[in-house]
């Protein structure tokens, strides 16, 4: 069954949104497997967003997913990927549409409440650099029957 990492950003920790987010991928069907409150290291943030490492934004962007708590997740279930990123919505504020998380809570593209995986090889290696693997709890879920 496909995985992927999903957090909860500082903003969405401070703003009292992890509820309303779990709630949403719990609603569609996913299952969460895994999940901490936990304040990641300068070298876990650079390793998860080593990709965007040179661009104008880095810095920043380093500086705020450390800045305080954030909620880490591992979903499963069919197409979590690429569908958990429909659920979060856009980069952009701009892009990002009403009913989507970022359009309904997200101002701004810096601050956009929550990170979603954007491909299996990301998923692997996120999950890696944030979750051991006897964190990762498999279980029968018996609502998956019926969806
Ligand atoms: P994420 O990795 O956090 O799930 O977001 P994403 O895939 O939608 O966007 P990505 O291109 O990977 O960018 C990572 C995060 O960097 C910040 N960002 N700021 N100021 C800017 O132009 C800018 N562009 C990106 C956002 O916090 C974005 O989520
Ligand atoms: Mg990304």
Do not use: C
Not at 81 to 97: E, F, P
């Amino acid at each position: 069954m496909e995985k992927t990492f999903l957090m909860v950003k500082p903003d969405g920790v401070q703003r009292g949104l992890i509820g309303e987010i779990v709630k949403r991928f719990e609603q569609k069907g996913f299952q969460l497997v895994a999940s901490k409150l936990m304040v990641i290291s300068k070298e876990q943030a650079e390793a998860h967003y080593a990709e965007h490492n040179g661009k104008s934004f880095y810095d920043e962007l380093v500086q705020f997913i450390t800045s305080g708590p954030v909620f880490a997740m591992v979903w499963q279930g069919d197409q979590v990927i690429t569908l958990s990123r429909i659920l979060v919505g856009k980069t952009n504020t701009l892009d990002a549409l009403p009913g989507t998380i970022r359009g309904d809570f997200a101002l701004h593209t810096g601050m956009n409440l929550i990170h979603g995986s954007d491909s299996p090889e990301s998923a692997e290696r996120e999950i890696g650099n944030f979750f051991k693997p006897e964190e990762i709890i498999e279980y029968k879920q018996t609502i998956q029957d019926w969806i």
